[in-house]
């Protein structure tokens, strides 16, 4: 790989890309917080109700939480009081009302657990149902988006949405909803429960907690930067390796390891000094603020014991303000992490919605012409034309310019031009991938887009240039042509594609299950395989974009077999670069710059000797 390859890619690929994949962090801002937490609400509207009682179930077992101590404080005091009363020989123990207080305290924590229970299996149950409802939606969204969006977006980009702001909007609701009225009931409790017992002491302790809110907030703001950049290497060193790992036969062959390793090693060592800087930051916050909380919870130790001699406050009161006093920074605490973490569920669903929002690509017509007789079989022949059509991905920049031509059906044309022409986009626009500027293109007569977008789709079969085969059997990715076809038409279709010797070859024959990347079989067979896929959905109208490159010569007749046999009695569309593959073509459009500059036979085309004649030999002299 290049010095110069080596230093742009990662900038360019993973700027969108590693943010994609590592979803949202702390410090992802919503641009806009309350309208999307307002839509965020919004959108739970069907489970409000639910919602309502779990909001009630939390407070309840909130409350029953906050009694606890005051009620064991009640029974620490009976004890105290028998042992005083025994030890001064004016009575005992009263064992039967402490047992019943006990009774009284195991019952509310019961209740409390139940309720905490109760509120945590609905809330999970919620969470999991927004969770279903928004993958829903993102993956019926996708379809209904027109392609001129995944032109602008990385496809990290959109399966983020998909994933991990989807599952970020998850965690944070589970964890949110029902912490952020418990810790709030629970700081107004603790209050409400200190100020009964004593308001000198609860004094006392509340000095300290501005004290650790500054503290707090200091490190954070001091930390940021630091978890910034932890991120930023983060994204850069698993870029830098997704990057050697793809690219590794070019890094060998071109001597990069050294290269390589010193990128990595400083890459990870930019990583190593914001990561322990960022993880010291964030690991003292704990102890400075305990630190703090402990220098008041003395103060209240000291402050209790003095009133215990002097006001007769009472040692059960004491024991249970001290519990309160430990419980109260929890929810300060809880609360401002939830803060934090309600930023970036935010931020997540501020993505999804922005997705979800995103124009659609536009309807089918309300009243479609149907194609179908009434077994569904389609009833076309498979004339194409094309009328005055003009088109550019940026309305802005038109790349196809008036662009006129009638195909006859049965017939075989060839489009041929240099990189750029619009041969590609000619064919993405008679599928109606993309929408015209103006002009019109008809199927046996009929405006396409008058058609259903199924209907006008199920006419067309493509072999690509860039084979795609899903993970699965072979069997299943020549029958993705055609899901309800039979073993037998699948094994006939791949007959007809010169396939069939091959996969029987093989060990698991056509259950041999392809892999990922489609790795474990040779570029020539997986050509084979998609000529096999569009057999068997008999297409009336092709679509072949270069499929013999990039294959031995062997293959390459083995393929030309393959599309010659598929091209006898339909419409074919041959996109083509060797210009020797289109000779017998029975109609070659010559484009340059959107516009179709020659039309005729390959004979007639060289005999004008004009812009066919010197593309044509032009690859004969680069041979030579």
């Known amino acids: 790989m290049s010095e110069q390859n080596r230093k742009t890619m990662p900038q360019k690929k993973y700027k969108t890309g590693m943010r994609a994949g590592r979803g949202m962090v702390a410090g992802d801002k919503a641009k806009d917080f309350k309208g999307t937490i307002g839509k965020l609400v919004q959108y739970m509207k069907p489970y409000y109700v639910t919602l309502i009682i779990i909001i009630i179930f939390a407070i309840a077992s909130t409350i029953f939480n906050i009694i606890g101590p005051k009620i064991l404080g009640t029974a620490t005091t009976k004890l105290a009081e028998g042992l005083v009363a025994k030890y001064s020989n004016t009575g005992g123990i009263d064992f039967d009302a402490i047992l019943a207080i006990l009774t009284k305290l195991g019952i509310i924590y019961v209740l409390s657990m139940l309720f905490n ?22 993956s019926e969204k996708i379809n209904r988006l027109p392609l001129s969006y995944f032109d602008k977006q990385t496809h990290g980009e959109v399966l983020s949405r998909v994933t991990n702001d989807v599952d970020t909007v998850s965690q944070s609701l589970n964890q949110s909803v029902q912490q952020i009225f418990t810790s709030v009931v629970t700081i107004i409790g603790i209050l409400w429960m200190m100020f009964s017992i004593s308001w000198q002491m609860t004094l006392m302790a509340l000095i300290v907690v501005p004290l650790s809110g500054i503290c707090a907030a200091k490190i954070v703001k001091h930390s940021q930067k630091y978890f910034s950049a932890q991120q930023t290497t983060l994204g850069d060193v698993n870029g830098h390796i997704e990057e050697m790992y793809g690219g590794h036969i070019v890094m060998k062959a071109f001597n990069g390891e050294e290269r390589s390793i010193d990128t990595f090693n400083s890459l990870n060592g930019k990583l190593y000094d914001s990561a322990w800087k960022a993880q010291f930051m964030s690991g ?4 400075i603020t305990s630190f703090i909380g402990n220098v008041g919870y003395v103060g209240c130790c000291v402050l209790g014991g003095y009133l215990a001699i002097h006001d007769g406050l009472s040692i059960g009161d004491i024991q249970a303000f001290i519990q309160y006093v430990r419980n109260f920074n929890q929810p300060i605490t809880q609360t401002a992490q939830i803060m934090n973490v309600m930023q970036s569920t935010a931020a997540a669903a501020e993505r999804v ?5 995103e124009p659609e ?9 149907s194609i179908r007789d009434e077994s569904g079989n389609l009833t076309i022949k498979g004339d194409v034309a094309f009328e005055n059509v003009v088109f550019g991905y940026d309305p802005n920049k038109i790349i196809i310019h008036n662009f006129s031509a009638i195909v006859k059906a049965g017939q075989q044309v060839a489009i041929v031009g240099p990189t750029g022409a619009g041969k ?12 015209l ?17 199924k209907d006008l789709r199920d006419c067309f079969g493509m072999v690509l240039q860039d084979a795609w085969l899903h993970t699965g059997t072979i069997m ?3 029958r993705y042509g055609r899901t309800d076809a039979t073993d037998e038409e699948v094994i006939k279709a791949a007959d007809a594609a010169y396939v069939d010797h091959f996969i029987r070859t093989l060990e698991n024959g056509y259950q041999t299950e392809i892999n990922e ?9 997986k050509q084979l395989l998609t000529i096999a896929r569009a057999f068997l959905s008999d297409p009336k109208i092709l679509i072949l974009d270069e499929a013999t490159s990039s294959v031995d010569t062997r293959t390459e007749i083995l393929i030309q077999k393959g599309m010659e046999n598929l091209m006898k009695g339909r419409t074919s569309f041959v996109i083509a670069h060797r210009l020797s593959t289109i000779k017998n073509a029975d109609l070659i459009l010559v484009m340059d710059h959107g516009d179709i500059v020659e039309v005729g036979s390959h004979e007639q085309l060289l005999a004008k000797n004009g812009f066919y004649a010197k593309l044509y030999n032009s690859q004969f002299e680069d041979v030579e």
């Open 117 to 138: 229970y109760a509120q945590g299996w609905m809330m999970a149950g919620v969470t999991q149902k927004v969770t279903y409802s928004l993958r829903k939606e993102i």
């Open 284 to 287: 003292i916050m704990q102890p």
């Open 353 to 357: 919605f922005e997705f979800l929002d």
């Open 361 to 369: 690509a536009s309807k089918d017509t309300e009243h479609p012409v």
């Open 424 to 435: 590609t986009t000619i064919v993405k626009l008679l599928m109606r991938f993309y929408d």
């Open 437 to 453: 500027n103006s002009g019109t293109i008809y199927v046996d007569g009929i405006d396409t887009r008058d058609l259903t977008r």
């Open 476 to 478: 299943d990715n020549i």
């Open 517 to 525: 990347e489609s790795t474990n079989i040779s570029q020539g067979q």
